[in-house]
């Protein structure tokens, strides 16, 4: 079963405008975090956002925001005035404990490719 | 800043070629890892190292090896190079779990793999 669930495979906003990349997540942790990547054209992947599960409020990092609704399981990601460098991928990413229990690993969604439109 | 290098970005391999793809962060990072990345499928762990010497399987081992002789490099090997290897690969590196859980993983350029 997927534990990283992007249902949006591709998404278009006009430049200036808000956008919401939605991500829910499957977990019986009680203990875990949620991370958001941005992969450019250019293939290198760009670290955003970070929001732990007893953080209580929503994590922001200038332009970006992460709407975490817990019990729900979901951790969208927003991005206020879109401009044009935001055209990439974005992924959702959960950390876990890795099967071993000896330390922590990523599990990604398949990923949302934004395009801002001029 | 921190950096993780790999030592190709493209490469062209023949089927049952052995290959190598290196990865150097210059952070004294505990953890590294291998990520494999397919359109419509994200990035899937291949293995993971927390130390010198120390590894773990991620979800897709099957094919892979990897060696972690020194902190700063980890090298991903395809014994067998098959063609449903090709794929972009990918190296990551994070402070260890002393750091928080809550760091981020830091990644590399990529390593476009062709095995034809």
């Known amino acids: 079963a997927q534990k990283i669930t992007q249902t949006q495979p591709g998404m278009f906003v006009q430049e200036k405008e808000a956008v919401t990349l939605d991500c829910t997540y499957d977990t019986s942790d009680q203990s875990y975090g949620l991370f958001w990547y941005k992969q450019p054209s250019s293939g290198e992947m760009i670290f955003l956002i970070y929001q732990g599960s007893y953080d209580e409020q929503n994590a922001t990092e200038g332009r970006y925001s992460l709407n975490f609704q817990k019990a729900r399981k979901s951790a969208n990601l927003v991005i206020s005035a879109s401009q044009l460098g935001d055209s990439a991928m974005y992924f959702c990413a959960m950390r876990e404990k890795s099967s071993g229990g000896s330390n922590y690993k990523l599990t990604f969604g398949k990923g949302t490719l934004l395009t801002v439109n001029p | 800043d921190v950096k993780v290098t790999q030592s190709s970005r493209y490469l062209v391999k023949r089927t049952g070629e052995k290959v190598f793809l290196e990865c150097v962060q210059d952070m004294d990072h505990e953890n590294m890892f291998w990520y494999r990345q397919d359109p419509g499928l994200g990035l899937r762990l291949i293995y993971f190292s927390y130390d010198v010497k120390m590894k773990e399987k991620g979800d897709i081992p099957e094919g892979y090896s990897v060696s972690r002789e020194k902190k700063e490099r980890f090298s991903l090997i395809l014994e067998s190079a098959s063609t449903n290897q090709t794929s972009m690969y990918l190296c990551?590196?994070?402070?260890?779990?002393?750091?928080?859980?809550?760091?981020?993983?830091?990644f590399g350029p990529g390593t476009r793999l062709t095995v034809t």
């Open positions: 990551a590196s994070r402070i260890g779990l002393a750091g928080g859980s809550s760091y981020e993983q830091y």
